[in-house]
């Protein structure tokens, strides 16, 4: 027998055996390339749909009359039956909705499992995969934190009385405009009562030292609010008495916009049923502000209304921080996840 022969019919036979290897090997990475592009379409179809149902359910809970976790969660699962996911055990779907009261609202989680089915994957051992989504939506009647608050402080005394929705108001909201004007001399540097307002600044969360001064309170104005987020246990610095006539043409420039501000107590009027206020200035809410004109000295008069049924986007709920404990009238409702 001819050894080289032999010799050759052996290398013939090896080079068979890694070609095959090596063709399973392509055939599985091609498989992983095009199952996984499909599996991420998949995928993004899923979060499209979790990001629906969570606002749905979001939005029923702070809708709804009756039982708001129920409610909510019916609405999830409604919305992501209409886009195309439903828990199914035949098809291995599977829409689970979780609802997390809170004191001021809830957050909803949507979460939406389904098999991808694969087609060249296969050869390595995965006929299909799981591919999953969440979507989170929360949603409250009193947040508790804004970004991009003006520096202008109100009386929780102005509500309820003082708000207006401009979507169903007859005449515009132009019966709610009041004027609202400084606090009187001497030391009084908080809002006292339903009409009257001061210039201030955010201590912490501006890094600040809580001594309000003019330039500080400009500054914010003109860049169009507290560019950090301020919550109701932050504390506030308001300006002493003066006439700070900058600052009445510094937010002459913001008329006819709409803005958050933090509405404070004095201890001068009754809360109840809510617990006295503690020290006057302390902050208790916020709400928005429709700014209609402005009226520098020597009238220093501010006017203009709270916006009602308003859905405040730089609003936030931390439940790390204190609640609101006032209602005015504005909410938030957003994706957090």
Known sequence: MNPMRTDRKAERGQILVLFTIAIVVVIGMLGLVLDGGSAFAQRRDEQNASDLAAMAGANAYLTSTGDKTADATAAARAVALRNGYQTDAASGQVVDVVVTPSTTGASVKVTVT?????????????????????GTAQTSVRPNGVTGAMPLLFNEAAFPNAICDERTAADGCASKIEQYQLPGGGNEDVPQDATSFNWTIFCEASGNPCNADSSGVSDLINQGGETKTIFIDDKIGPLNAGSHTTLFDDLSNYVGGIYPVPIVCTT?????????????????????????????????????????NYIGEELTLSPSHADSTLNSGVYMLKLTD
């Open 114 to 134: 389904k098999p991808h089915a694969n087609n060249f994957s296969t050869i390595m051992g995965m006929s299909t995969w799981d591919v999953t989504a969440n």
């Open 268 to 308: 001068n009027i009754s809360r109840a049923p809510l617990d006295p206020c503690p020290v006057d200035g302390t902050m208790v809410g916020w709400a928005y502000f429709k700014i209609v004109s402005i009226e520098g000295p020597p009238d220093k008069l501010i006017k203009g209304y709270f916006v009602d």
